[in-house]
C-alpha cells in the first residue's frame, strides 16, 4: 500500500482558485496512475482527475478547462490546481493511487466554495 498524504484544501469564493497537494510514499512514476476524487456526504465517490505514468490525463467533463492534475518535480508529489471554483466543487477531496488494480487512499481534504 502506498501512503498518501494530501494538504490545501480550505474556504475559497466562488470564482477563485486552489492547489491541492498530494504526498506520495514511493516514486508516483513507478505507478499505474494517481487520482483525485471528491466526496460530498451521502454521495459516492466520484472521478475528478487522472495522470498516468505516460503523463495522460482525463477529467471528470463538468471540471475540463478548470482543472489541471499535474506531476511535481519531486516525482513523489501530484497537484489538483483548481480555477474558477463553483459552490458545486465543494467535496471532500482524496488522493489515489492505482497501481496492477491496487487501490490507496489518503484520509482527504476539504474543499469549501461559497457563492
Known amino acids: 500500500q502506498v501512503q498518501l498524504v494530501e494538504s490545501g484544501g480550505g474556504l475559497v469564493q466562488a470564482g477563485g482558485s486552489l492547489r491541492l497537494s498530494c504526498a506520495a510514499s514511493?516514486?508516483?512514476?513507478?505507478?499505474?496512475?494517481m487520482n483525485w476524487y471528491r466526496q460530498t456526504p451521502g454521495k459516492q465517490r466520484d472521478f475528478v482527475a487522472g495522470?498516468?505514468?505516460?503523463?495522460?490525463?482525463n477529467y471528470l467533463n463538468s471540471v475540463k478547462g478548470r482543472f489541471t492534475i499535474s506531476r511535481g518535480i519531486a516525482k513523489n508529489t501530484v497537484y489538483l490546481q483548481m480555477n474558477s471554483l463553483k459552490p458545486e466543487d465543494t467535496a471532500v477531496y482524496y488522493c489515489?493511487?492505482?497501481?496492477?488494480?491496487?487501490?490507496?487512499w489518503g484520509s482527504g481534504t476539504q474543499v469549501t466554495v461559497s457563492s
Open positions: 489515489n493511487a492505482d497501481n496492477l488494480g491496487t487501490q490507496s
Open positions: 514511493v516514486n508516483i512514476d513507478s505507478l499505474d496512475a
Open positions: 495522470i498516468t505514468r505516460y503523463g495522460w490525463t
